[in-house]
């Protein structure tokens, strides 16, 4: 029988804390985009697990990326997003070089064991798909590359020439769900039928049609148009990107989902397209997006208060329609390290 995770693992805040530490301060995460640090001394910050991160373009027009806590007292050294020539903590303004090394720090002088060589930023790790940015904290994970593995080449197969692509907007939400509920969503459309008239009237989404794929570091649907003249592709970056691409003029969407309370999930997706993209279809997939949306919203949440109720101990998966689920359950329970 395919019995879901415990329901308690979804509104215990001990499980989220491993969550946090052992998936996703381990892992590769989308960021941002190049258009937000294209001059050097450009930055945003972020957060991934509990590690908050600073992503920077040095004097030498590289990426860098950095554990964001001063080496003194650890305070977040930078806030937002912007330009600068130094990153300065606020606290005791202890100033670090936009390499990470400790450049300055006031009254150091008169400590005569002072030796600000070793206490620059800690490194975190920063690489790019086309203008796509990702970042991990584990500064010792494999490459992007590795993690990436052949979603590259599919997503090219689909016609979508990601280093082509303009960013066009950002759009933010806020779920009151567990991140695991909202990830689980995204991995299935058995819900579709039922839950997204408009979806399934454009897309066929029978089992037969509508295909699932199973990699070992991304999950992946395949969504035809009901005309059969084009397909979409829908991918998960384990353990929290997704990757979206509607069937029509090249698009990407991409995006991360970030728990931050064991009921409460934070995420975005960032909107890229070819140049000349016609104005009256993306009015029509944006508004498209924006119901599917707003329907998961609505779904989300009425699980997030069933598994809260406590009436249940688990669920039962069906296969093979959410196989995905299955494999993403296991990923999560090998990496907090429970069976």
Known sequence: MAETLPYSWYTDGNVLARERERLFEH???YA???????EPGTYFTTRVGDVPLVVVRDREDELCAFVNVCRHRGSEVMAGSGTCTILQCPYHAWTYGLDGALRAAPR???????DRGPLGLLAAQVDTWGPLIFVSPDAGKPPLAETLGSLPEIVAQGGVDVQGLEFHSRSSYSLEANWKV???NYLECYHCAVAHPGFSELIDVAPDSYRL???????????PLRDGSAEGQFHLIWPCTKVNIWPGHANLSIGRVLPVETGLTEGFLDYFFAPGVDAAWLEGLFELDSQVGAEDRELVESVQRGIRSGALEHGRLMLPSEELIRDFQRWVAAGIGET
């Not at 150091?108 to 002072?114: I, K, R, V």
């Not at 794929?213 to 969504?223: G, K, L, Q, V």
């Open 32 to 38: 941002g985009h190049t258009g937000q640090l294209a």
């Open 213 to 223: 794929e199973r990699h070992p570091t991304f999950a992946s649907h395949y969504a």
């Open 27 to 29: 892992s590769w995460v």
């Open 182 to 184: 909202a990830v689980e």
């Open 108 to 114: 150091a002088e008169a400590d005569p064991d002072f």
